[in-house]
Structure formats: structure tokens, C-alpha cells
């Protein structure tokens, strides 16, 4: 039950052995490892990729408890901290900040307070005045919060409003950010964590010249992500079925439950006692997050509403 939310919006946790040191540099909202980790035995860290597993969990100092904070980052405690550790850390703890913007100029300034250059700052180039704290409330505050174009009737500026490097393209993490986010799923873990999965699995189809990312053609294109989106969202709000993504891509551009079919390489699936004929090969039924069935043609990789017959 991991949120996606901002996390220095509320308190966040450490995670650690049964000792109380910690097993890797990650932060995660308290009240979601609370959830996820009732104290019972090991468990993986939450974060992709991150192979450390972790025992216990403890709320991370405020920044405003200062020497209980750089401590706490300090974790190896040699008295100084790498630019990887105090950005994290920041991000995670202060308020207010653009964690894009900040993210982006600290390790460029860096020298300003690594006076010794040997990559590391010490507890007074953090927090003295005109230090790095002070630094980053000063020039990387958070942007008024504007509002997010909507989707369905404005799709260039909502690509534009989730470009957050202003790259003219989308790569995977600001689209999962903006799917959470316009189908407001920040609260609902589990569905985040199968919309991951969808969204790794049709990556390919979306990101037709394999460079990573969603370019503004590879999205506004008749069967590019940015009109299946709008067909899922339209459906959610209406209540009704979305026109057919006519040999597009999946419906909301993911393909999130296979509930009968054969995909290639697969093998075919039993069939029920009784029910629908099977399907082709190659062909396989999914179901859009509302629960409206649809079929994938893994051969031509388009979808259709309509079930195929043999």
C-alpha cells in the first residue's frame, strides 16, 4: 500500500534493520510502511530496483531538528554527506521545494558549498546562512500549483504540463506521474502498482522508434497514447463505451488483465466448460480498468471491441 504522493507532504519514515540502522537511502511515507510492514520478518525495499531488504521502520527527523537530521542522513556517520544523500534527503523532508528544478541545478552549484571539492559538505554547509537549506528554500521554491489541462479537450497541454524537463517528450516516469494523477489513483495502491506493470508492458507499442520516450507526434497520432488515454477517461466519465481504437493501441493505452486467450509464446488456455468460442491465435482478452472487455491482437499489435471468431 505505497501512495505516490508528494513525499515531503507528510511524515516520512527510514527504513531499518532490528537495530535501528538504516539498510538503504530510500524515505517512504510513515503511515504507508506502517501499512505494508506490520514487523513481522524481512521484507524488500519498496523502491524499484533497490535490492536491500529491510527489518523495521522509524520516522525520519524533521529538518528543523537539524543535527538529528544530517545524523540520520549521515549513515555511515564520517561527518559529511555525499550530493546523492542531501538531495535525497531534502526532497523528502523540506516543503515546498521543486525537486525537479532542484534536482537539476544542486549537483551544477555544488561547489559553492563543497569548499574542499572532495564531493561531500559538512553540518555548517548545510545549515549555516546562505548554506544549502537556505539556498534551496530561496531558489527553488515550488511553483504555484496550476491546474492540469484536461486531457480529453486540451491533449498538447497536458503533455506539456507532465513535460517536466521541457524536453518536447514524455519518458515512462512523467507519464506513470501523469496516469496517477489524471485518473487520481494516489490513494489506491494496488491499482499504481498494476498500472506499473501495464504501462511497462505496452511501452513498445506507444514508443514506436524505441528512443525511450513519447515524442508530441507519438502522442497526438490517431492511435498514439494521448487519444487512447482521452478514450479510457472519457469512458470513466460517462459511463458509457468509448469508441473503438480502430487497429490502435489498448484502450487508456494499458492492458491490464488477461482473463482469457492466448498470447504468442504462451500457449492457449484452457477453455471454460462453458462460455464464449475461443479465441485466434495469437489473440487475447483484457479488460480496461473499469471492467469493459476488449481484445489484443498480438500479431498486428492493435486492439478491437469486438471479440474475434476463429
Not at 140 to 159: G, I, M, Q, S, Y
Request: net charge negative.
Amino acid at each position: 500500500p505505497y501512495c505516490f504522493e508528494p513525499l515531503a507532504n507528510e511524515p516520512v519514515a527510514m527504513l531499518t534493520t532490528r537495530s535501528g540502522l538504516r539498510t538503504c537511502g530510500h524515505f517512504v511515507h510513515e503511515r504507508c510502511v506502517a501499512a505494508a510492514h506490520p514487523g513481522y520478518g524481512a521484507a524488500e525495499c519498496p523502491m524499484p530496483g533497490c535490492p536491500r531488504r529491510f527489518e523495521a521502520f522509524a520516522p525520519f527527523p524533521d529538518v528543523n531538528d537539524q543535527r538529528a537530521w544530517f545524523d540520520a542522513v549521515d549513515a555511515d556517520a564520517d561527518g559529511v554527506l555525499s550530493v546523492d544523500e542531501v538531495v535525497a534527503a531534502l526532497e523528502a523532508t523540506v516543503p515546498g521545494l521543486d525537486v525537479v528544478q532542484f534536482r537539476e541545478r544542486v549537483p551544477l552549484l555544488w561547489s559553492r558549498w563543497d569548499a574542499d571539492g572532495d564531493g561531500r559538505i559538512t553540518f555548517e554547509e548545510v545549515f549555516r546562512v546562505g548554506g544549502l537549506l537556505a539556498w534551496a528554500r530561496d531558489h527553488c521554491p515550488r511553483r504555484v500549483a496550476r491546474e492540469t489541462p484536461d486531457l480529453c479537450n486540451d491533449r498538447l497541454r497536458w503533455f506539456s504540463f507532465w513535460d517536466e524537463d521541457n524536453s518536447r517528450t514524455l519518458d515512462k516516469s512523467e507519464v506513470h506521474r501523469a496516469l496517477v494523477k489524471t485518473f487520481d489513483l494516489g490513494r489506491d495502491p494496488e491499482a499504481v502498482q498494476t498500472l506499473t506493470t501495464d504501462l511497462n508492458a505496452v511501452w513498445p507499442v506507444f514508443d514506436a522508434d524505441n528512443s525511450g520516450t513519447i515524442s508530441i507526434d507519438e502522442f497526438v497520432k490517431p492511435d498514439g497514447l494521448g487519444p487512447c488515454l482521452a478514450a479510457t477517461l472519457d469512458h470513466l466519465r460517462r459511463g458509457r463505451r468509448p469508441a473503438a481504437p480502430t487497429g490502435g493501441p489498448a484502450p487508456g493505452g494499458v492492458a491490464p488483465q488477461v482473463v482469457g486467450g492466448h498470447a504468442p509464446g504462451r500457449g492457449p488456455s484452457a477453455p471454460p466448460p462453458q462460455g464464449p468460442p475461443a479465441l485466434p491465435p495469437g489473440w487475447e482478452e483484457c479488460v480496461t480498468p473499469t471492467g469493459q472487455p476488449y481484445y489484443v491482437d498480438h500479431t498486428s499489435q492493435t486492439t478491437h471491441w469486438e471479440r474475434p471468431t476463429v
